[in-house]
């Protein structure tokens, strides 16, 4: 039978692993003797600190990819979008350079139209680039943090913050 649960350094607290949920000792979830008997052994420190730099990573991954603020609006950062930007930019530079006007309406995330000039446009790679920046201090910030914890708890408590940066 595979585990269905993982004990952690609390004995009175297991994970649910089929979706990470922490279930505290006396829930109508806690597991049944015959289920403790094969869960998967508590995690070590170093083995959890590993765990959570990569969750870290890939949560500051998935917000760098996701969207970012410019402008009182979020804007697209996938890939693609990153390309289009990354395109328009250089439009925008060739129009400055050469003195021609240049225009283009950019959908935001909420589908809203937000008109943009060259200096506009040219705000969108400087927006993202700061957006990045900052999930990446946030990101250096937590696995400090994990690096000085002393326990397989405070490892597990370290958390991205609601907000973001």
Request: aromatic letters at 6%; zero cysteines.
């Amino acid at each position: 039978m595979a585990a269905a649960y993982k004990l952690t350094a609390n004995p009175d607290l297991v994970i649910r692993l089929q979706d990470g949920v922490n279930i505290p000792r006396g829930h109508r979830w806690w597991p049944t003797d015959e289920e403790l008997a094969s869960a998967e052994p508590a995690t070590s420190l170093q083995e959890a600190k590993e765990t959570a730099k990569i969750r870290i990573n890939d949560e500051r991954d998935r917000l760098e990819a996701t969207a970012f603020p410019y402008r009182d609006r979020w804007f697209d950062s996938d890939p693609r979008s990153v390309q289009r930007i990354t395109s328009s930019a250089l439009a925008a530079q060739s129009a400055k350079a050469t003195n021609v006007p240049f225009e283009i309406d950019w959908a935001a995330t909420d589908n809203s139209i937000v008109p943009l000039d060259a200096d506009g446009v040219l705000g969108l790679p400087v927006a993202l680039a700061a957006y990045a920046a900052g999930l990446h201090a946030v990101a250096r910030t937590l696995r400090e943090k994990i690096d000085q914890a002393e326990s397989v708890e405070a490892v597990e408590a370290i958390a991205w913050p609601k907000e973001q940066p």
